[in-house]
């Protein structure tokens, strides 16, 4: 993106953070609490675990979330000394609205 497009950068960079997060296997209690050393797995790929698949409505949700999330914070940020960042945050919004929205929107 060009230089001046920070606010759609910043905007895409955290959703994109945000469905990286979705696609993360959920870990189950048993598994935080850990095992005795010697009962541990050992070898190449031992700790990986296969990312789950976000359909399109998983995705749209997930962006859909980062939008109303921005959105709710700029309404709670009323004072003026915040008016800049309330600003940036609606401007967040309308670019990831427009990917949700479709090319032909605007």
């Known amino acids: 993106m ?4 920070k606010v759609a950068v910043s905007a895409l960079r955290a959703t994109l953070g945000a469905l990286d997060n979705a ?3 959920p870990v189950g209690e048993a598994e935080l609490r850990g095992v005795a050393l010697e009962l541990s797995p050992v070898g ?5 675990a296969a990312r789950r ?3 399109e409505r998983d995705a749209e949700d997930v962006v859909r979330a ?7 914070v700029a309404a709670q940020l009323t004072a003026p000394a915040h008016a800049d960042r309330a600003a940036r945050l609606r401007a967040e919004a309308a670019v990831l609205l427009r990917f949700l929205d479709g090319p032909g929107a605007a």
């Open 44 to 48: 190449a790929g031992t700790t990986e």
């Open 23 to 25: 696609e993360a296997v």
């Open 66 to 72: 980062e939008v109303a999330e921005r959105l709710d």
């Open 53 to 55: 698949e976000l359909s």
């Open 2 to 5: 060009r230089a001046r497009d």
